[in-house]
């Protein structure tokens, strides 16, 4: 297992369009976590799931965000009408199954710029 | 509302000496934390963790203290070396919801 894989690494996109990142969490790890974070900040929670169920979604996630985990494996997170605020670096994390009071393994991001 | 606090946005320790990087929380039904490591241009990646029902946990040159009534945990990294230069993130969850809180990180640099 190679870990966690977030898709791309990097995007430029021109404010107004729509992104959509993927994550391939470890094989096994029914938890999905979205995470963002911008300069200077820790990671700030955005969702997560529990195989395909989405258990939670944070106030930063407006209506322009929707996540989904379809058949519990691979996760995606779509901005539409991007703006120059959505910019930051966007983190997947995935835990173990069954297992609470376990840390969760991050993915290495995808970095967004909003021009 | 910052729930996971690290107050240092930076800290510098000679090489070989020890660091110490401190954190404090402000809600009482955290019972897991953690620190995280993380590189520029890399994900963040797990250091060390310690419940709530220890006060100390140690990893090789890596231990972590937590004082509940104080609402505080420190982690100690000794001796320090130059690959620890990075940026370490404090975190902690709560209960069953598991999920993970943040703080702000301190950046650490080891000088030569």
């Known amino acids: 297992d190679t870990g966690v894989s977030q898709n791309p690494r990097h995007k430029i996109t021109k404010r107004g369009q729509n992104v959509t990142f993927r994550c391939d969490p470890i094989?096994?790890?029914?938890?999905l976590y979205w995470y963002r974070q911008t300069l200077g900040q820790g990671p700030e929670f955005l969702t997560y799931f529990q195989n395909e169920a989405q258990l939670e979604k944070s106030r930063l996630l407006s209506d322009r965000f929707s996540a989904e985990r379809p058949k519990g494996s691979f996760s995606t997170l779509e901005i539409q009408r991007t703006e120059q605020g959505d910019s930051a670096m966007y983190l997947c994390?995935?835990?173990?199954?069954?297992?609470?009071?376990?840390?969760?393994?991050f993915g290495q991001g995808t970095r967004l710029t909003v021009v | 509302d910052q729930q996971v606090k690290q107050n240092s946005p930076s800290l510098s320790v000679q090489e070989g000496r020890i660091s110490i990087l401190n954190c404090d929380y402000t809600?009482?039904?955290?019972?897991?934390f953690l620190w995280y490591k993380k590189y520029p241009a890399e994900g963040p990646t797990f250091l060390i963790s310690i419940s709530s029902i220890k006060d100390k946990n140690e990893d090789g040159r890596f231990t972590v203290f937590l004082n509940k009534s104080a609402k505080h945990l420190s982690l100690h990294i000794v001796p320090s070396q130059p690959g620890d230069s990075a940026v370490y993130f404090c975190a902690a969850s709560e209960g069953a919801d598991d999920k993970i809180i943040f703080g702000k990180g301190t950046r650490l640099h080891i000088l030569p």
């Open positions: 994390a995935s835990s173990p199954k069954g297992q609470r009071n376990t840390e969760a393994f």
């Open positions: 094989s096994e790890h029914n938890r």
């Open positions: 809600n009482s039904m955290f019972d897991y």
